[in-house]
């Protein structure tokens, strides 16, 4: 069974397995219609893609993700699909170019229930790849995974999601996002890089690969078929994400932007971009190896497995920001839900408040645009004092009510005169967040109050709807 395993390709064995179960579950289907009655219409063919036509909402059940990796990458990065992917309920394949030498990769991947199946690719190599400053050709196979995820033959399918194996996906919030949109119609949907420079070159038309994309059935059925005759044309093309995005753009469709996927073509902290979060779900989080873990003194997954453990009770509501201001002592409070608190000494006007604090480093440096990025920054104050005091998340619950309970701790600040010194904790209460479709699609920010408190290092905050005409500043 081990040398089977090693030399026959995953895919195969999995076609093996599963058309052996479509045959006898079609001989026990066939013994109960005749056992009972012929009445029965049943549709238990699966051998072409299908669209799922019905008007019921859209689940993750209609969804089918196909994750490009290799088998170099995926011992290291299979850590971050366990963080979101459940086999539970999800269906796809992790595509990549030979299995994992370790044979316990191959096995874990079978019997473990938080990871994707494997998928061997198909051969690329006659395909070219003339890319010049040296590219990877691999960006031919993994763009083929749009095709050969399609090829997989999942019937009842509204949408297919793509992303690399260092996407982080917030499953439950994409199922939000893409029920917007009428699968039945061609949709592109993704979003281009924070870095000026490279969507100005690869396009503000393209949905970058790694912070992962979406496609409706209907366009990638199509897509499927006349992908192979199209990317011929792109052999000069860097990515994987380009070649996609040619052959979308020579369909005439183009790119639906959704705000909720990150590319993350950021060094160092992304503090600054977690705190700002669009208002808009959150989607997806890249390169987790290449930006510093985004809660102090924790190691990169356990950052993210921490974000998680929010994302768990209130996925809709993670990170979104919400403002409020203490008159009294003339402080400004930013919450990023399920991630961080930020306190300001002093009145920040929200459209302020909402811009993003370089807290990062630009990708490349001593290029003409480093250090420009596709939303408006602010620099970090070069006195620390002068900086917001940041509480990160603690811990969340949710109690039978369904009142959510999050707090966040103080994290170190290198600064001697530190007004706000004996307060530890902020407690944040609010019910769970439903992006209904009205929320969807003209979504209004949430409003909060600072609840009155006895206790010195303890600050209480609910967080509610805003009122019909109510502004948010400090009064
Ligand atoms: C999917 O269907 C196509 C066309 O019927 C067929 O060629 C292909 O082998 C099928 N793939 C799988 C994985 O069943
Ligand atoms: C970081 O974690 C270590 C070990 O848990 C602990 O000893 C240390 O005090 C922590 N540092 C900060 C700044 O929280
Ligand atoms: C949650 O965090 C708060 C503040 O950091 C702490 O006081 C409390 O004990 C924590 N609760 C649990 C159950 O860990
Ligand atoms: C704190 O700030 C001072 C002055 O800006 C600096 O010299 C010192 O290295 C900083 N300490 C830490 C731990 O960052």
Redesign the pocket.
Known sequence: MKSLIKNQPLTKLF?ISSSLCAISLFLFLTILLFTTSNILILNIGN??PQLSTESSPTTIDHLIFGIASSGISWPKRKKYSKLWWNNKNMKGCVFVDTLPVEENDIKINIDDVSLPPLCVSEDTSNFHYTYKPGGLRSAIRVARVVKETV???HSNVRWYVFGDDDTIFFPENLVKTLSKYDHRNWYYVGAYSENYEASHVFGFGMAFGGSGFALSASLANVLAKVFDSCIRRYSHLYGSDARVFSCITELGVGLTYEPGFHQVDLRGNIFGLLAAHPLSPLLSLHHPDITDAIFPNMTNSNSLQHLFEAANVDSQRILQQTVCYERRFSQTISISWGYAVQLFQNNVLLPDVLRVQETFKTWKENTVMAGIYTFSTTKLHHDPCKRPNIFYLDNVSSDKDGIITSNYKKSFRNCSYDTSKNLEVIKVVTNKLDFDSKQLQAPRRQCCDVLPSNSGHLMEIAIRECKYEELIYMH
């Open positions: 076609l051998s072409s090829e997989l033959n």
